[in-house]
């Protein structure tokens, strides 16, 4: 298992930032970076080329681009071409960190009834072709339950999500807090889809909102969770990956990374 911290939690602040969280845990070569990509930040973009040779001392993941991005989008079109210029990107990162792995969404827009199978349809076609690259760069595409329904993302039910993953060719991540915010059975899925499972997101929430709290601040039972993974999923990688609204408070971040180090 290596233990992950997300740099979404310093997207309104400064990438610089996980660099100093870093100096604040002993031992911290073994903790890896998980690089939320901003490419169209200009301040992120400095921060990054600046930080390379540290991102080079530690384990590294990527999540796939975010802002902006459809993976969804039928080729052909403006978001489309938008989402792959991106990915090329992302793809280039990889390569110059040697990632482990990238993080993939199916889709970041609203879902309603009448646009759900096109979007499926859509991603699939798109993560088909994504593969292909991935392929080629060496770096595996691992598919994330990424929609919350109180946004109105939620694109699969906990059973279509266990049948898509079992039916496609790449591994899994599965971000319990989003589990969670849609009510789905952790202990169902983690069993159905076992070692399919190479990554978890953690933070917690009140059951409905993508609070992106800390691991034990929420209604999400956490240790029910380390239970899971302990039992069913005990190599897997952990992320966490934390909301904006926690880039200051360093000490609560090193806390949850000691307790997931010692206790898992």
């Not at 690089?35 to 540290?54: D, G, R, S, T, W």
């Not at 999500?161 to 591994?171: M, S, T």
């Not at 953690?202 to 993508?210: L, M, Q, T």
């Not at 966490?240 to 307790?259: K, P, W």
């Amino acid at each position: 298992m290596t233990i992950f911290v997300s740099s979404n939690v310093f997207i309104e602040t400064s990438f610089d930032d996980v660099f100093d969280l870093l100096k604040e845990i002993p031992n911290n070569q073994d903790i890896g970076i998980e690089i939320f990509p901003n490419f169209k930040n200009a301040a992120f973009q400095v921060a990054l080329e600046k930080q390379m040779p540290h991102l080079k001392q530690h384990p590294i993941s990527l999540h796939g681009p975010y802002f902006n991005i459809e993976h969804s989008a039928a080729k052909g079109t403006e978001a489309y071409d938008y989402a792959m210029a991106e990915v090329t990107e992302i793809f280039e990162l990889a390569k110059e960190t040697q990632a482990e792995h990238i993080v993939f969404h199916h889709n970041n827009k609203i879902i309603t009834p009448e646009n759900k199978v096109e979007t499926i349809s859509e991603a699939s076609k798109n993560l088909a072709e994504l593969n292909k690259l991935a392929k080629v760069a060496g770096v595996p595409l691992y598919v994330e339950n990424a929609g919350v329904n109180s946004l109105g993302t939620n694109l699969f039910t906990e059973e279509e999500f266990i049948a898509e993953c079992l039916k496609i060719e790449n591994e899994v991540l599965i971000d319990i807090g989003h589990a969670h915010a849609n009510s789905w059975n952790l202990e169902a899925v983690i069993k159905a889809l076992g070692t399919k499972i190479k990554v978890f997101h953690v933070h917690n929430n009140d059951g409905v909102g993508d609070g992106h709290q800390r691991i034990f601040d929420g209604s999400l039972d956490f240790k029910a969770f380390q239970r899971l993974y302990q039992t069913y999923t005990p190599t897997a990688d952990i992320v966490l990956e934390y909301g904006y609204q926690l880039a200051t408070d360093f000490s609560a971040i090193v806390a949850d990374i000691a307790y997931i180090r010692n206790e898992f």
